[in-house]
C-alpha cells in the first residue's frame, strides 16, 4: 500500500463512520471481553487507528466530590456518586484510555498484586460486574454492591466503584479508547 493511500485511509478513518466500522470488526471475534489492540500490534492500515472514541466521550472523575461526570463532545451526559481507594490502596491519580470492558469479573487480590495468601487481612476474591479496564495493573471502574459508603468513604482496593445501576450505565457509555480522567 502506498504512503499517499495510507494515509487518505487514515484520514477517512478518523471521520467517523469507517472507525466505527473498524473498530467494530476489531472487537468482532471477542467473547465478553472488549480490549484495545496492543501499541506494538499493527492495525488494518499497517499502523495504529487514531480513536474517534477518544475526542468525544471523556469521563472526570473527582476523588474531592466523590463523582464521577461523563460527558460527550464536552457536554455533561450523567453524573454519578464514586468511590475509591482506602488509604492503604489509593486510586491513582492520573489521565487514562479505556483499555477493555467485561460484563462480569473475577477479581482477586492477587491479580491486584496486594497478595497471595489467603490468610491475609487483605486477600480477597470478589465478583465484580460492569468493568471498565483503565489499567493492565487492575484500576478498574465497576459495580460494588457491597459498598455502601460510595460518594462519601472510601475502602476499595484502588479501583472506582459505582452503585450497579451506575456502573452498567457507564459500562455501556465507555468505548475502548475513551479518555478517562482521575483527579484529587
Known amino acids: 500500500m502506498t504512503w499517499m493511500r495510507t494515509r487518505r485511509l487514515r484520514r477517512a478513518a478518523t471521520s467517523g463512520a469507517l472507525a466505527a466500522l473498524l473498530t467494530a470488526a476489531m472487537c468482532a471475534g471477542t467473547t465478553g471481553l472488549q480490549t484495545a489492540s496492543a501499541a506494538s500490534t499493527p492495525s488494518v492500515l499497517g499502523e495504529q487507528l487514531p480513536s474517534t472514541a477518544a475526542t468525544r ?24 456518586p ?11 491519580p492520573g489521565t487514562y484510555r479505556v483499555l477493555g470492558k467485561d460484563a462480569s469479573l473475577q477479581m482477586t487480590s492477587c491479580s491486584a498484586r496486594i497478595t497471595c495468601n489467603p490468610s491475609s487481612p487483605d486477600y480477597y476474591v470478589v465478583h465484580a460486574t460492569w468493568a471498565v479496564r483503565l489499567t493492565e495493573a487492575g484500576l478498574f471502574v465497576h459495580a460494588a454492591p457491597w459498598d455502601h459508603t460510595i460518594g462519601s468513604t472510601d475502602i476499595s482496593h484502588g479501583c472506582i466503584h459505582l452503585r450497579t445501576a451506575n456502573a452498567e450505565w457507564f459500562y455501556n457509555f465507555s468505548r475502548v479508547g475513551d479518555t478517562v480522567i482521575v483527579q484529587e
Not at 57 to 74: E, F, K, N, P
Not at 82 to 92: D, H, L, V, Y
Open 57 to 80: 466521550h471523556v469521563t472526570y472523575i473527582d476523588m474531592g466530590s466523590h463523582q464521577l461526570r461523563a460527558t460527550v463532545d464536552g457536554r455533561t451526559v450523567a453524573v454519578f
Open 82 to 92: 464514586a468511590g475509591f481507594g482506602q488509604s492503604r490502596f489509593p486510586t491513582q
